[in-house]
């Protein structure tokens, strides 16, 4: 009956009122942030133009410009109620951290002062030997630092002062993932850079920039406390699927619920004090599934804000009842949850590298900058692959909608039959790409409209969708700079490749088109295997991706083995993004990560099913024992069979579940110690994966079955119809 408490509670739920502001959006948008237009208030001229140089040229600032920096930063802050500072930054084990300080010092006379010297904005220490390393690091060694990023504007939540860090060991090894991600971004603006200039030698910087697409679900808080394996590992370990979930296609863009709504305008208002510039919100297409996704920005800050929108949405949702699910596949049977990641390149000059253009000198740079794309892509797409891949988006990957575990990239019809076009030319003479067509529709009340180059695949892995790439892949928990590490790094890599073999055949007395051209027709030839325009559900996609040489391995652990090839050293070597050693300590951290996160749900569910579900089937199944001995007390033999012969069925079929449900947890406790005792990550990861997940699956298999048999008022989890459709 506890169930049904909580299911009714769950219905009386009203929406939470929400204050905001009367004034338009763009009033009070940042007031969080010390962003250009507060630094301008706080800090001198002189300090500003330092600041600013050092922001978009990369120039170093001296001690003094630091301090005079902090002193503006911290008089802001104090101004708008802090009382401590934090350097935030995003180690390896997921989200962000941070350790608040006091401003308040001692001033020798028994009293204290505020006060924040330059020395603390630049770096702070935290204890490394407490978060994880890959081996870098031993348990003992604690010390590691944390050192401001300028680049990203410093944040005020609550009463605390968070200053965006890179996080680095005591021997100078990455210990997060903004410092890569800032590497790859300088290293992938350069090399496009340098390629730029052979079409526009006013071109000082390009810029890499990022658009996320946030998906979630939203559950009733009482739902959510009911059930442990959503508060414990994120996703539902056992639940049969709801009659009704998704496949009336009617959640979709449909109106948003009122207590949502509530959630989100309150969302919208938290993430644009922080300057985070929220667009688009709607329903996906599961139920209680939605969407969150901003305007694109520059890379870095771009990564910064989703990273603090996951933290603020959690907090929101708590105010209005909910909990904020970005499990890639909390539920079985209906979508998951992605995180699609929209990459571009942009110039000083206002430049899309990515778009088509109107003449012939800005198509061939359009293709230029698409075809070194798609070989980076080729080269690499078992990388990509380990980027996206976690014990959380395998569930999700080649799965209603998702897709497939094998990176390919779409463009469409057009741009497919143009590059086709031109690896049969001699010249970039006839490139024409018609960036928008009208389409008319036979209404004479509505406007023609205006329609794509290229449609989009909900089955790519890595879709061009015209002036720039949905890396769709991603899933909704990751930090985005994972994925957009190893993308830029690539790019940044073939980019450099490319220049180099034009400028040698340039050298070779061959005209600078003519050396674009040879060394583009051959890219189209090589890169041919990675584009992909049909289905990547279908079964004949797997084989033909095999034969054309694609990573399609889906052994997690087995994926990650793209981290420490030759291949993948020599290109963070070349960019200087990654080291040998950082690298391998990476693929240590995933592959125990990988090993926790399996080790744990197959606790969860061990315990649930010896402490929940057998307990209540066997109570089920002995109250059918006991009316079918009560039938026979009353009946006469020839009627009993009759009579009884459905409940023994049932307890028959009951025994079966139980005893299958024990002995696969009996199976899951002997490989769980099987895999622990393998001294190398690997080794034990492998064995999670191939031994431990499939007996999670033949488990839950028995427990979903005896959701159906067992009587309603008996099961004690909320079932899929009652968290997927509570508001």
Not at 392 to 406: C, S, Y
Request: glycine letters at 6%; hydrophobic letters at 40%; charged letters at 25%.
């Amino acid at each position: 009956m506890i169930r049904f408490q909580v299911i009714a509670e769950a219905y009386k739920r009203k929406a939470v009122p929400v204050e905001t502001p009367a004034s338009l959006t763009s009033e009070y948008y940042g007031k969080n942030v010390f962003n250009r237009a507060q630094m301008s208030k706080y800090l001198s001229k002189e300090t500003m133009q330092s600041l600013c140089d050092a922001i978009d040229e990369g120039e170093p600032l001296d001690r003094d410009i630091v301090d005079h920096v902090a002193a503006g930063m911290k008089r802001w802050a104090l101004e708008n109620g802090a009382t401590h500072y934090t350097h935030w930054f995003q180690p390896l084990s997921g989200g962000t951290a941070e350790k608040h300080d006091s401003f308040i010092e001692s001033d020798g006379n028994g009293g204290v002062i505020e006060e924040f010297a330059g020395k603390l904005l630049v770096q702070q220490e935290p204890d490394a030997s407490s978060f994880p390393s890959g081996g870098i690091r031993n348990t003992f060694e604690a010390r590691g630092y944390t050192a401001w990023d300028p680049s990203s504007p410093a944040f005020l939540v609550d009463d605390t002062l968070c200053i965006p860090s890179v996080f680095i060991s005591y021997t100078g090894e990455s210990l997060d993932y903004k410092t890569p991600l800032l590497k790859a971004s300088n290293a992938i603006g350069k090399a496009a850079t340098d390629v730029c200039r052979y079409f526009d030698e006013n071109v000082a910087h390009v810029t890499p920039y990022l658009g996320w697409e946030q998906e979630y679900f939203l559950i009733d808080d009482g739902l959510y406390a009911a059930r442990p394996d959503l508060v414990l590992s994120g996703r539902t370990l056992m639940g049969h699927k709801s009659a009704k979930s998704q496949q009336l296609e009617d959640h979709y863009f449909g109106s948003i619920p009122t207590r949502v709504t509530a959630f989100m305008k309150d969302l919208e208002y938290e993430g644009y004090k922080y300057g985070i510039p929220l667009k688009t919100r709607h329903n996906e297409t599961a139920p209680n599934q939605f969407e969150v996704t901003p305007i694109f920005e520059e890379m870095n800050l771009a990564n910064d804000h989703n990273q603090l929108l996951m933290s603020i949405m959690k907090k929101v949702a708590r105010r209005h009842s909910f909990r904020v699910l970005l499990h890639e596949k909390p539920f079985v049977g209906i979508n998951g949850s992605g995180k699609h990641c929209n990459w571009s390149l942009g110039t000083d000059t206002a430049v899309e590298l990515f778009a088509p253009g109107k003449t012939l000198a800005e198509n061939i740079r359009f293709i230029t900058f698409l075809v070194n794309v798609l070989v980076a892509v080729y080269k690499h797409n078992a990388l990509l692959k380990a980027s996206i891949m976690t014990a959380q988006n395998a569930h999700r990957l080649g799965a209603d909608e998702a897709p497939p575990a094998i990176v390919s990239v779409f463009l469409g019809s057009e741009i497919s039959a143009l590059l086709d076009k031109l690896e049969i030319s001699d010249s970039f003479e006839e490139i024409f790409v018609e960036v928008k067509r009208a389409m008319k529709l036979g209404v004479a009340l509505i406007p023609e409209v205006l329609v794509d180059n290229t449609d989009r695949n909900r089955t790519s892995p890595l879709a061009f969708t015209g002036n720039r790439f949905e890396f769709r892949a991603v899933g909704a928990s990751a930090n985005c700079a994972v994925a957009m590490i190893s993308l830029n790094t690539a790019v940044a890599r073939q980019l450099q490749l490319f220049k180099k073999e034009v400028d040698r055949k340039i050298k070779n007395e061959t005209t600078q088109e003519e050396a674009i051209f040879e060394v583009v027709k051959s890219y189209i030839k090589e890169s041919k295997p990675i584009r992909f325009n049909g289905n990547g559900y279908d079964d004949a996609w797997k084989k033909e991706a095999a034969n054309r040489g694609l990573n399609v391995e889906t052994c997690v652990p087995l994926i990650y083995d793209a981290y420490t090839t030759k291949e993948t050293f020599e290109m963070f070597r070349e960019t200087g993004v990654l080291t040998e050693k950082e690298l391998i300590a990476r693929t240590e951290f995933n592959l125990e990560y990988y090993s926790k996160k399996i080790e744990i749900e197959a606790s969860i569910l061990s315990d649930l099913a010896a402490n929940h579900i057998i307990p209540v089937a066997t109570r089920y199944q002995s109250s059918l024992l006991e009316n079918v001995a009560r039938i026979q007390q009353v009946f006469p033999a020839e009627k009993f069979g009759s009579l009884a012969t459905g409940n023994l069925e049932t307890i028959e079929e009951i025994g079966k579940h139980i005893g299958q449900i024990k002995l696969k947890i009996a199976e899951l406790t002997e490989m769980k110690q099987k895999a622990k005792s393998h001294e190398h990550e690997r080794e034990k990861a492998i064995v999670f994966a191939k031994s431990v997940v499939p007996l999670l699956e033949e488990a839950r298999t028995h427990i979903d079955a005896l959701e159906l048999i067992v009587d309603d008022e008996l099961w004690p989890l909320p079932k899929y119809r009652e968290l997927l459709f509570t508001r």
